[in-house]
């Protein structure tokens, strides 16, 4: 009986659509919470800083420290392989391949300072693009006791070298929500209404590790070279957190709990010990923002915050 020669497709989407993920609890508590803070540069300059202080440490007699929103972005991690992104059945790709795109997260209520959660996990998204996959992950997070879900995760990973499994006259997609709803992105022409600039340590990633993500990308300097770089890159979502304080200190006073919801678009890598400028733009309760590495004039991350509200002592 003759058999075919062709190689079989990286992407079967029914397989993947059908995969049924398994829920996955997990403890967090404020040891956790501060070392993140730190890992995205909180008090890196000024260790009694007004604004950040909080953040790792009960100033003033508060009974929790506060927690920064893109804390939220480790649950995914819960879920996955410890190498930042989660396996689905029916999608094969080679791992150094992969880029991560896209990040968007929903806060609905403060995050606390320490708490047991519960993962729900679903295939959001899976896109044919001819030399490459877009595969979007949604991670829902509820709080365990109560059910109260808590927040919402939705990664975008580029998986390139696994595209052409559908015809290409028709490419296979498919979303659980309407088209460009969360990932449009507006610079607006005009000079920023703020500007944050923030250098890394050169140890950075290998503190920002400790938060979940050991891809040795961030850490292995001959792994580094393989993939193209020539020395270990700060992770995506350590910028994202870079970001995101630069927000919330030029426009939220320091509270993190005024922010709803963030979007970043992954653009280029950071090396630890490059300075992230943080350029931003007031929107009514949405912050457009775009960072740069300032040493190469690069931007590295773009997208926007939206606010719960604007502080009155803004």
């Given at each position: 009986m003759a058999t075919s020669s062709k190689p079989a497709a990286a992407v079967d989407p029914e397989v993947a659509l059908a995969h049924k993920f398994p829920e996955v609890s997990f403890d967090y508590d404020e040891r956790d919470v501060a070392l993140y803070a730190l890992g995205v540069g909180a008090c890196g300059d000024d260790a009694v800083d007004d604004k950040e202080l909080h953040l790792v440490y009960h100033r003033d007699g508060q009974s929790h420290i506060k927690v920064l929103p893109t804390f939220v972005s480790l649950f995914p991690n819960k879920s996955s392989n410890g190498f930042g992104?989660?396996?689905?059945?029916?999608?094969?790709?080679?791992?150094?391949?992969?880029?991560?795109?896209?990040?968007?997260?929903?806060?609905?209520?403060?995050?606390p300072s320490y708490a047991s959660v519960v993962n729900k996990v679903k295939v959001a998204g899976l896109h044919d693009k001819g030399k490459a996959t877009i595969l979007e992950i949604e991670t829902s997070t509820s709080l365990k006791e109560s059910g109260e879900i808590l927040c919402m995760n939705r990664s975008t990973i580029y998986l390139r070298g696994a595209g052409g499994f559908s015809d290409s006259s028709r490419p296979y997609t498919y979303a659980t929500y309407p088209a460009n709803q969360v990932s449009r992105i507006s610079i607006p022409n005009l000079s920023p209404s703020a500007v944050y600039d923030d250098q890394t340590k050169q140890s950075q990633a290998l503190l920002y590790r400790l938060s979940g993500d050991y891809n040795p990308l961030h850490s292995d300097p001959d792994i580094a070279q393989v993939a193209g770089f020539t020395r270990p890159i700060l992770h995506g979502l350590c910028t994202l957190g870079f970001a995101a304080r630069a927000v919330i200190k030029s426009f939220c006073n320091g509270e993190p709990a005024a922010v709803k919801s963030i979007f970043g678009r992954f653009l280029l890598h950071v090396y630890p010990g490059e300075t992230l400028s943080t350029e931003m733009w007031l929107d009514g309760h949405k912050v457009h923002y775009q960072t740069k590495v300032k040493e190469r004039n690069r931007a590295v991350l773009s997208g926007y915050v939206l606010l719960q509200h604007i502080p009155s002592s803004l």
């Open positions: 992104f989660i396996e689905v059945p029916g999608i094969n790709f080679d791992p150094s391949l992969l880029l991560h795109g896209q990040q968007y997260i929903e806060i609905y209520r403060p995050i």
